[in-house]
Structure formats: structure tokens, C-alpha cells
């Protein structure tokens, strides 16, 4: 199984992204809300690592920060400039992509706040990986600047769920092409590198839903995390934990198995 490809189909196609998570709106409220909190007491600038097409990129933009976006697929990155070209010339100005990736990144001027959402870093198949991530995020932030990210928390039932089988079955539109298309997805889980190999399956059908061309098959790979792991790589790449959410709502990180939706973290540069 060919895991950077799972880092890298899903993102071609960005107007079938930004469909798809259209509705996925609490991750990008609740870092508004930290970036509005951390620039009162120390103003600076919002690195957004793996900004992809600029879903919260845009926002954090709107609401008056200076940003710099990195990606690795262009692709996003020209769905994210395409935006960005319709905001004001003050905002436009406030703003910077690069393309680059998330395991060996420099930025000269040191931020206040880095940001990974919706599950960017789990492209980061190994510690090793990991922590070459986590050093060059402290390497481009202040002393007592904060990282936050999020990934998915592991759960054994999903994980083992019977691969053969399609699940998730939808219909959906492709917002550009107009094409429609049922969705199913699967999965194969590999213990040993705890990486999750997710297949999503696209058939185009025609408007009586009868399958009206080949399947396109979409690779997803994703490293799975338990809390303990991510604190002690933290420490190890120069971060102090501040804190662990079990939603963007706020409830709090808890041992107790199936509570949490998402792992949400905070960690400040030390
Ligand atoms: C699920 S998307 C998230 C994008 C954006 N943060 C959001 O919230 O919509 C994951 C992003 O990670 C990027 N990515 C994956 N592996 C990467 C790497 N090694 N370096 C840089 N970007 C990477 C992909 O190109 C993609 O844009």
C-alpha cells in the first residue's frame, strides 16, 4: 500500500474538497477564536501548516490577521490564491503561501501562533516524521508562541471494520464538472505502523443513478495517534502540552475510550 500517495490524491482535486467539507465549520471556529485570543495578549503572525485550499486560512485572514499558509499540494494552494485574490488589497497584502512541506519548513520571522487543522499532521506517518514537523513549527515560532492542531482519535471498532465491505454511501454533485457521482469509501487498517489506508470510491452515474462510467479510486492515508504518544513527542520537539480537548467544542480530553470526537491540542514553544 502506497502511503505517501495517501498524503497526496485527496488533494487534487480541490473544488471536490472544499464540497465536500462545506459543512465542517467548528474546527474553523474554534481556532478563530484562539487566534483572536492569543493576538491580544502578543500580536504576530498566524502560520497555517497545511493550509490546503485556504479553508480557515481565509477566515483568519478575514478577521484581521497577517497569515502565512504552507502546502505542499498545488492544487490547494491555487484553490486557497484563487480566494484569497477576492478579498480586499489590505487583506490580500496581510497574507503568504508557500509550498512547502510540513517536515522541513523554515520561517525567519518567528511567529505567535502556528495552526495544523483537520487532521493535516496525521500525513505524518512516523515519529520520525512527527518530530521533524514539530521542530521546524518551534523553530518558526517565539518562545512561549502555541501550536495547535487536531487529529482523529483511534477507534478499534472503525479500525477494524470489514474492508471488503463499502461504507458512507453517498450521492453527491461535482460542484465543477456537475458530474454525479456515488460515494462509498473503505478501509485497511495496518497495526503495526498504525497506519490507516482509507479508500474512497467515486462512481459517476447518470441522473437515474445507473453507473455511467469508470470508478475513480481516491487513497488516504492516515497515522494513527494515541494521546500519550503526542505528548511525549511534543516534549521531545521543544513544546510544553497546555492543553488536550476531546472536541472543538471544549470537553476535555479524557482517558475514557469513545468520549472523544476529535483530539484537539495546544502546546506552547518552550
Ligand atoms: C485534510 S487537508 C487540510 C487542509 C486545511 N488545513 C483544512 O483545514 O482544510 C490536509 C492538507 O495537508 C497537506 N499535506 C499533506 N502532507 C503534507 C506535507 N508532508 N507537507 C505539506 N502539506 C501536506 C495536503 O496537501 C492537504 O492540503
Request: hydrophobic fraction near 40%; charged fraction near 25%.
Amino acid at each position: 500500500m502506497d502511503a505517501e500517495a495517501g498524503c497526496r490524491e485527496a488533494f487534487v482535486d480541490a473544488a471536490l474538497y472544499d464540497y465536500e467539507y462545506r459543512h465542517r465549520r467548528a474546527d474553523i471556529n474554534f481556532y478563530r477564536h484562539l487566534a483572536q485570543n492569543r493576538m491580544e495578549f502578543v500580536p504576530g503572525a498566524v502560520l497555517d501548516l497545511a493550509c490546503g485550499s485556504g479553508r480557515l486560512l481565509v477566515p483568519l485572514l478575514r478577521d484581521g490577521h497577517e497569515v502565512v499558509g504552507l502546502d505542499r499540494s498545488p492544487e490547494m494552494l491555487a484553490a486557497a490564491a484563487r480566494k484569497i485574490r477576492r478579498l480586499s488589497p489590505g487583506r490580500r497584502r496581510s497574507c503568504t503561501l508557500v509550498r512547502a512541506d510540513l517536515r522541513g519548513f523554515a520561517f525567519r520571522r518567528p511567529a505567535t501562533l502556528a495552526i495544523s487543522a483537520f487532521h493535516s499532521v496525521q500525513h505524518l506517518h512516523t515519529d520520525r516524521e512527527f518530530l521533524a514537523f514539530l521542530r521546524c513549527a518551534r523553530g518558526s515560532l517565539r518562545t512561549g508562541g502555541w501550536l495547535a492542531f487536531d487529529v482523529l482519535p483511534p477507534d478499534p471498532a472503525w479500525l477494524g471494520r470489514d474492508p471488503r465491505r463499502r461504507w458512507g454511501r453517498t450521492t453527491l454533485r461535482h460542484p465543477s464538472t456537475k458530474q454525479r457521482y456515488v460515494y462509498t469509501a473503505n478501509h485497511t487498517y495496518d497495526p503495526a505502523a498504525r497506519l490507516l489506508h482509507m479508500r474512497l470510491y467515486y462512481q459517476p452515474v447518470d441522473e437515474r443513478g445507473r453507473p455511467s462510467g469508470v470508478e475513480r479510486t481516491v487513497r488516504l492515508c492516515h497515522r494513527q495517534f494515541r494521546p500519550d504518544e503526542i505528548v511525549r513527542l511534543l516534549q521531545l520537539g521543544g513544546f510544553r502540552p497546555l492543553a488536550a480537548f476531546g472536541d472543538f467544542d471544549g470537553r476535555p480530553l479524557t482517558g475514557d475510550a469513545g468520549a472523544a470526537i476529535e483530539q484537539v491540542y495546544v502546546a506552547v514553544a518552550v
